[in-house]
């Protein structure tokens, strides 16, 4: 009798590590870093632009929307592939001075962005990114405001001399709460927007500092 009961205790104690072990093993399984993953992220664009060459050509910083989705391919836990598709607004702003009058000026450029990112993920929530990004120009608005009228241009590109295909760097960073990426990033154009130089419109290439709220599906 004594002898089955201590057999009956030795299996409870057995069941119980079993289970124990199975719990960690699953708490372990929680990194999701080997997972593929869809989403979609909204946010802003914070943009100037800037002359490699030296022109004087002085602009200030404006606001603008992104929106777009996003597919991370895992490279094991470490690194990962992560292409985006990203409807995103740029361009400046600014003010001078024409014949004794004040004037203020600004202009928004409608792009599609397409950046393949390489993402390093040394923990579980963060991924740190950069890589190549290929732009083309939807269109473009300009409004110009002064004391003798106001006077407000869109386009959708008529103008060939208007470079519609850039490239560009871009590089960030991603922090993952669960189902929620917080983004942010930064990018510089490497080919200016003029096409063969031409162009009235002074010549420049974007930057911009981005931040966006994400979901994974």
Same mark, same amino acid.
């Given at each position: 009798? *004594?002898?089955?009961?201590?057999?009956?205790?030795?299996? +409870?104690?057995?069941?119980?590590?079993a289970?124990? @072990?199975?719990?960690?093993?699953?708490?372990?399984?929680?990194?999701?870093r080997s997972?593929?993953?869809?989403?979609?992220?909204?946010g802003?664009?914070?943009?100037?632009?800037?002359?490699?060459?030296?022109?004087?050509?002085?602009?200030?910083a404006?606001?603008?929307?992104v929106a777009?989705?996003?597919v991370?391919?895992?490279?094991g836990?470490?690194f990962?592939? @992560?292409?985006?598709?990203?409807?995103? @607004?740029?361009g400046?702003?600014?003010?001078g001075?024409?014949?004794?009058?004040s004037?203020?000026?600004?202009?928004?450029?409608?792009?599609?962005?397409?950046? +393949?990112f390489v993402? +390093?993920?040394? +923990?579980e929530?963060?991924s740190?990114?950069?890589?190549p990004?290929f732009s083309?120009?939807?269109?473009?608005?300009n409004?110009f405001?002064s004391?003798?009228?106001?006077?407000? @241009?869109e386009?959708?590109?008529?103008?060939?001399n208007?470079e519609?295909?850039t490239?560009?760097?871009i590089?960030?960073?991603?922090?993952?709460?669960? *189902?929620i990426?917080?983004?942010?990033?930064?990018?510089?154009?490497?080919?200016e927007?003029r096409g063969?130089?031409?162009?009235?419109?002074?010549?420049?290439?974007?930057?911009w500092?981005?931040?966006t709220l994400g979901? *994974?599906?």
């Amino acid at each position: 009798m *004594k002898k089955s009961i201590f057999t009956i205790f030795a299996v +409870i104690a057995m069941l119980n590590a079993a289970k124990a @072990q199975e719990t960690e093993a699953r708490s372990s399984d929680t990194d999701t870093r080997s997972n593929f993953v869809l989403g979609a992220k909204l946010g802003a664009n914070y943009s100037n632009v800037y002359d490699s060459e030296g022109e004087d050509f002085v602009a200030d910083a404006k606001l603008g929307f992104v929106a777009g989705g996003f597919v991370t391919l895992p490279l094991g836990k470490l690194f990962a592939i @992560q292409p985006e598709i990203l409807y995103s @607004q740029k361009g400046f702003k600014g003010t001078g001075t024409l014949l004794g009058s004040s004037y203020s000026y600004t202009r928004t450029t409608d792009h599609l962005d397409v950046p +393949i990112f390489v993402q +390093i993920r040394p +923990i579980e929530y963060l991924s740190i990114m950069a890589g190549p990004q290929f732009s083309y120009l939807l269109s473009e608005k300009n409004e110009f405001n002064s004391a003798v009228g106001n006077d407000t @241009q869109e386009e959708a590109f008529n103008n060939d001399n208007i470079e519609k295909n850039t490239f560009s760097v871009i590089g960030g960073v991603d922090v993952s709460i669960d *189902k929620i990426v917080i983004g942010a990033r930064a990018g510089w154009d490497l080919k200016e927007n003029r096409g063969d130089g031409t162009s009235e419109t002074p010549r420049y290439k974007n930057y911009w500092y981005q931040l966006t709220l994400g979901y *994974k599906f």
